[in-house]
Structure formats: C-alpha cells, structure tokens
C-alpha cells in the first residue's frame, strides 16, 4: 500500500481504530468488489477462512513470491495460500505440467496414467501410506478417512482434539458446530499424554478412529509432543481403533511429512494442500489391509465415487510438483528456512520487550500476542491479544506483506533470504511503532 504508516495513538483502540480507517481509505476497489459479492453470495463470501473486517482484502494476481490486490497494491505473499500454496504462483515446473494436461485434453471420463504415478511417489515418501486413494479437498480426505474407519471396526466413536480443524465439516472449537459432520464425537486435549490416554481407555470398544494433527494449523500453530502422540500411538494399538494423522498441513514438514520427521507411523494418514501442485486435491492413505476394503475387485468392496478425484490438472500438477520440485532436500531445507526465521521473529519480539510469541514448525507459524508463555494447546491460545493480531495484519499490509488475518504464515519456496530479511524487519518496525499499545 502506498499509504505511509502512521506512529502509535495511546490506546488500542484508537491504535486499531486508525488502521481500519487507512485500510478502507487505501482499498476502494476491494471494497466495491466485496458490495457487489453481497448480492450474490452470503456475506460476499463462499471461503468462512478469508473473510475479514473492515472487509475482506481481494487480490488480483500473483508471480512468484509476489501478490498484487484490486487496488493495484504489491506484496510479499506470507500465507502461500494457508500452505496449498507451496510452490508459489507461478513455478514453471508446475506450468508446463498443467500446460501438458490441458494439451492431452480434461474430462477424459476413465482411469488415466499420471494419477498411479502421483500415488507411487505418496507410498514411497510416507511411512503409513500402503495405499492411496485420491479426493477433491482436504475436508473430503478427512471424511473419508473417518468413514473407513467406522467401516473397518464396525465402532461408533471418533475421537478427536479440543479446538482442532479438519475441514469445515470437522472443526472443533468450542466445542464442535452444528454443521459437523453427525458422528460421535469424543473430544480430547491437545498434548495431554495421560489425558487422552485415559479417554482412550474409558471409550476401549467402541473407538473406532483418533483424528490428530500432528501439528495443530488452523489452531494457531501449535506443534504436538512426541510424548503425546506416542500416548495417541500406543492406545490405539491398545484398543483396536485406527490411529489418523491429519497431515493435510504438516505434510510438508519432511519429505515424509511429520511421521517420517518424527518415526511415529499412524494407520491412515490425510493429505491435502500443495501435494496437488496447487490444484484442488486431497488424499487418504494408509496400512494395505484397511485400504485393501476399497479395491472394486472384492464382492466386500466399499465405494468411494468422485468425478474429480482423478482429474488430469491436479494428477499432473501434483506429480510435477512432488518429483521435480519438493524434492526430500528441498523440504529439508524449507524446514530450517522457516525454523531460523521463527527464530528472528521471536529474538525481535524480546529485544523489543514485547509479550509476542511465534509458535509452530518448519515454514509454518502463527503470532499469539500477550501471553506469559507459548501456547501448548488451543485452550491457552485462546486467550491471547486478539486486537493486536488485527494490529499486525493490518499494520503489515501497509508495509507490503500478506499474511493470515489470524496471525498465520506458510512460506512459499519463492521465498528467499532477501523476503525473509525484509519481513524480520517489518516486525521489528511493527513492534516499535506500537510498542506502547502492545501487553509487555
Ligand atoms: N485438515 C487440516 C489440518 C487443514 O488445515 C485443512 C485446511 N485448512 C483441512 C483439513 C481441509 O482441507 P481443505 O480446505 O482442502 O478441505
């Protein structure tokens, strides 16, 4: 934005109060574009994570690393599309490929080549993955694996963690929503070892799954305990029931996504996200004998339609994407990139002296503001600073970088030292411009 920033009033309030107003005065065409939604969609929206007050920003066009809005605005784009936006906007790896599906021709209405291709490279890069069956979205991939396996142990209960985000059909703060999908629901407390291994046993016999992130992403970032997930690992060999990983986020944190990082190897595991190369995707795989139940060739077999689950850009795409580009060594590397720069980020909050804490893993992180000490659980994030969250979004909009309106970044593999230095620095200016509005 063009806009310069304006220094600190006394309070929060006006604090906040400024920057909605040179916000709205520095996005007419955002707003026009949000009026006109309202006619036709509810509230001018068909995605709940986008939205925000005064209104939500629209973008344009990216390239690279880089974002342009309706306005005409540039920024360096911090939130990769909520981490689907591995590759940034435009890798000539993931281009050609598309360009080469679309030259083949789409809908082509039969099984096709690429998608067993994309699946060999899945088995070959995560520990619980026998079998892969592909989706359209993370959320479906999430619905299909709860279904397999109810299907699998003929039990009820699905079990999953306080505050967790699975999809908008599975989300789970304050307590579930209505739309949920209508299981039965046992809530656990994220990295509460002998808590949840407690519940697991209360429930023994009728536990048909445990649902977890090895990362909680939606849920601000907030990285699981070895000792809890072996504590999720070890009761459900305990008890029979199928152990999820939702790994449609952390999938990216390794080459073998969190479970390779950490050797701890659930039964079925969700993918989702980047693995698409950027196109619609989602993924459910898993141990050969739950997956087997899906092979049309048995007179058992469950069904599991889809028109798009194959569909040639994101097979193409997702194939490209995982053989030439997200290569084991370059997901290693995105995952110190983004560990030193969380790193940077909290030393300025604590030279600045100010209650500001990054929390996550690798190139995945989210800002809690005004607690005494990192979140563990989303029962503790909750009670963060969230005036200062809007803060920082709108303040670092100005200072030409896009990020989550929760707090949240996913680096891009555009992103190089010189994005990364110039961020550092935007938060450093941010936390002494307003140093005295922020909790110390
Ligand atoms: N699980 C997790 C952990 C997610 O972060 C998300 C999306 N933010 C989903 C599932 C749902 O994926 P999708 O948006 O592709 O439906």
Partial sequence: ?????????????????????????????????????????????????????????????????????????????????????????SRPEIRAAIDAALDAGINLGAHGAMEARLARLICD?????????????????????????????????????????????????GGGTSVNAPHHYVLGRYNDPDGVAALIDANAGDLACILVE?????????????????????????????????????SRMSAGGRQAQLGIVPDMTTLGKYIGGGMSFGAFGGRADIMARYDPRRADALPHGGTFNNNVLSMAAGHAGMSQVFTPAVADALFARGEALRARLNAAAATAGVAAVWTGLGSLATVHFGLAAPPTCPAEAA??????????????????????????????????????????????????????VLRR
């Fill in 383 to 436: 009670v963060a600073d969230k005036d200062a969250t809007e803060l920082v979004f709108l303040d670092l909009l100005v200072r030409g970088f896009y990020l989550a309106r929760r707090g949240m970044i996913a680096l891009n593999l555009d992103i190089g030292d010189a994005e990364c230095d110039a961020f550092v620095a935007a938060w450093s200016a941010f936390l002494a411009d307003y140093a005295s």
């Fill in 214 to 250: 090895p990362m909680m992403g939606a849920g601000g970032c907030l990285p699981a305990t070895p000792a809890f997930l072996r504590a999720l690992r070890e009761g459900a060999t305990r008890t029979g029931a199928i152990l999820i990983f939702d790994e449609v986020m952390t």
């Fill in 1 to 89: 934005m063009s806009d310069t920033t304006t220094r600190p009033n006394i309070s929060m309030d006006a604090a906040l109060a400024e920057a909605r107003e040179r916000y709205v005065r520095a996005n007419p065409a955002s707003l026009a574009a949000h009026v006109a939604a309202t006619a036709v969609m509810p509230g001018g929206n068909t995605r709940t994570t986008l939205f925000h007050g005064p209104f939500p920003l629209a973008m344009a066009r990216g390239q690279g690393c880089r974002l342009t809005d309706l306005d005409g605005h540039d920024y360096i784009d911090m939130i990769g599309e909520y981490s689907a936006g591995l590759f940034g906007h």
């Fill in 125 to 173: 890069r995560f520990p619980s993955i026998d079998l892969v069956r592909f989706t359209n979205s993370g959320t479906e991939a999430n619905l299909m694996a709860v279904a397999t396996a109810i299907a699998v142990t003929g039990r009820r209960k699905v079990m999953v963690m306080e505050g967790g985000y699975h999809g908008g059909l599975m989300y789970f703060g």
